[in-house]
């Protein structure tokens, strides 16, 4: 089956809900709708006066417009704010280009779909002002199944996004190790990362050692692994191609109990089933209750889908109800935690109709 290209679908989906125009803002929707990519040295939450206002995705019916500081779309309109708008300033002044791009692209009126939660209030308020006859709604789900396909060129990007996954995870075994502390494993996972990527990766990492594995998800510390505890890595690093891996491994320093054996073949168990679930047209709750059946109660989801953002819907929890389509990309992330000690694992599976496809390969086994 042929998956169409991502502002295809965008648009499909915009149509059949009524829906005349998008607006955008998040990093990982906007390369969605555009393949601008948020270069990796200004992707940190900090109010940065370089950046001068988000970058957005003004998505119509013929056309696509990409409004930013340095906006370098793989696809439509680039449209840069202008020396006018620099500074954190915030008056309809500072969106002119916005107003400049929807009328250069034809907006006259009609439902705009709106990403509420990442687009500023004043751009909102600058299309108001300018434009009349315009229904501002909240973009919402609306997007969710568009963005959960991929075609055959996102899925090459996803691969080399996973083939650093699987490098930085492959990193992380051979660093595990007594007296080796949760920085010196993120150390050697971003420098596996970024030799990999053959440039500035994004390294969202959740490092822990000992009893810290418990917890499940915090960033690395300075605590020490010794012999006989758990590590865990928990690794969604961001491709210099904009496109997002996840993964988690607990690896044994030294052998592992047999409690903790136990709890990870049933962990290996749920995976398997799950990833037999995933075939196109299963609902996300099934995938849950498949993976529970055969691996035991979780306290978490147990996956999710991924692309140009880390964590993307739909989520594999109870009672979704959401279909996963075919070539949709899904993490499965079994993970148990008890005793003083956590373990979790986590690979990505394509969807097809024979089941879940393995996009990582690194090594699970405790």
């Not at 996954?165 to 190790?177: E, I, L, N, P, S």
């Not at 993490?331 to 393995?358: K, N, S």
């Amino acid at each position: 089956m042929s998956i169409p290209d991502p502002l295809t679908r965008a648009r499909d989906a915009a149509r059949k809900a009524g829906i005349d125009w998008i607006v955008a803002a998040s990093p990982g929707l906007v390369a969605f709708l555009t393949g601008h990519v948020m270069p990796p040295h200004l992707a940190f939450p900090s109010r940065d006066g370089r950046l001068e206002k988000p970058t957005l995705a003004l998505v119509g019916p013929e056309e696509v417009a990409t409004i930013g500081a340095r906006p370098e779309p793989e696809r439509g309109l680039a449209r840069p704010y202008g020396e006018g708008a620099r500074g954190t300033f915030e008056d309809a002044a500072a969106f002119a280009a916005v107003v400049a791009a929807a009328r250069e692209l034809g907006l006259k009126g009609g439902r705009v779909a709106v990403e509420m939660a990442w687009v500023p209030a004043g751009v909102i308020a600058a299309l108001e002002a300018a434009i009349a006859g315009l229904e501002i709604t909240p973009l919402g789900s609306l997007l969710t199944r568009a963005k959960a396909q991929k075609s055959a060129g996102e899925l090459a990007g996803m691969r080399e996004a996973l083939a650093v996954t699987d490098a930085g995870q492959v990193a992380f075994r051979k660093a595990v190790g007594p007296g080796a502390s949760e920085l010196d494993l993120y150390a050697e996972v971003v420098r596996a990362i970024n030799e990999r990527a053959g440039g500035m990766a994004l390294a969202l990492s959740e490092i822990q050692v000992g009893a810290r594995t418990e917890v499940g998800m915090t960033a690395p510390t300075a605590l020490r692994l010794q012999a006989g505890q758990l590590a865990m890595c928990d690794l969604a690093p961001r491709h210099p191609n904009g496109w997002w891996g996840d993964s988690c491994s607990t690896i044994a320093c030294a052998e592992p109990s047999e409690q903790q054996r136990r709890i990870w073949s049933e962990l290996r168990d749920g995976m398997e089933a799950g990833r037999n679930a995933l075939r196109p047209g299963v609902r996300a709750g099934a995938v849950y209750d498949a993976v529970v059946k055969a691996g035991g109660d979780l306290t978490h989801h147990a996956g999710h889908s991924i692309g140009r953002d880390h964590f993307e819907e739909p989520a594999i929890k109870p009672g979704i109800q959401d279909e996963i389509p075919e070539d949709a990309v899904i993490v499965l992330e079994p993970g148990r935690y008890q005793d003083g000690f956590g373990i979790r694992i986590e690979w990505a599976f394509r969807v097809t109709p024979d089941g879940g496809e393995p996009m990582t390969h690194f090594p699970l086994e405790l």
